[in-house]
């Protein structure tokens, strides 16, 4: 993968899937649906921004390492090779959200990517998951910016090429209106 895919298309794709749970389910959002009229959607973009918020931590160099017998902890890890800066624990233990993030990561391992009878419960069950989940994935949304692209301008740039533009309402590079 050249580094043009992996920002204007691979990248951007991912961020569709993480972020369509917050677009559609967090109050508030311009296209938000009541999670009781699409329980099958709402409960697939759950999991989906559950897998992203583990994928782009992960991408950037930190995640949660399996360890048997121990408690789950956040550390360091070797950044994918087209990321801009590496984040580091400190970064994301610094965020106001990080309780919910750490969660966030507990959960994708657990209950969504090594389905186990005895850890499908997690701590998204109840307890204004919409809300919480919403701020991590805003969180992340901002590392992706800064750690992957580098700023602000290229996450838009890349985000507003045609095939990326989604559901959003961002103006499309190249496309007058």
């Given amino acids: 993968m050249t580094p043009s895919e992996y920002l204007d298309s691979h990248i951007p794709h991912r961020v569709n899937v993480l972020t369509t749970f917050r677009e559609r389910f967090c109050p508030g ?21 559950f897998m992203m918020i583990r994928y782009f931590c992960d991408e950037m160099g930190v995640g949660i390492p399996f360890e048997k017998g121990k408690p789950p902890r956040l550390s360091e890890r070797k950044a994918g090779m087209f990321v801009k800066s590496p984040l580091t624990a400190t970064t994301v233990k610094s965020l ?82």
């Fill in 29 to 49: 959002s311009s296209t938000y649906l009541e999670p009781e009229t699409a329980r099958d959607f709402y409960r697939c973009a759950k999991d989906a921004a």
């Fill in 96 to 177: 106001p959200c990080y309780v919910d993030l750490f969660a966030a990561l507990i959960a994708a391992n657990r209950a969504v990517a090594h389905i186990n009878p005895d850890f499908v419960d997690h701590d998204y069950d109840g307890n204004l998951p919409e809300e919480r989940l919403g701020a991590v994935i805003t969180a992340i949304e901002g590392l992706i910016k800064k750690h992957i692209y580098g700023s602000a301008t290229d996450y838009d740039a890349a985000m507003s090429i045609e095939g990326n533009l989604m559901h959003r309402r961002r103006p499309i590079r190249g496309v007058k209106s």
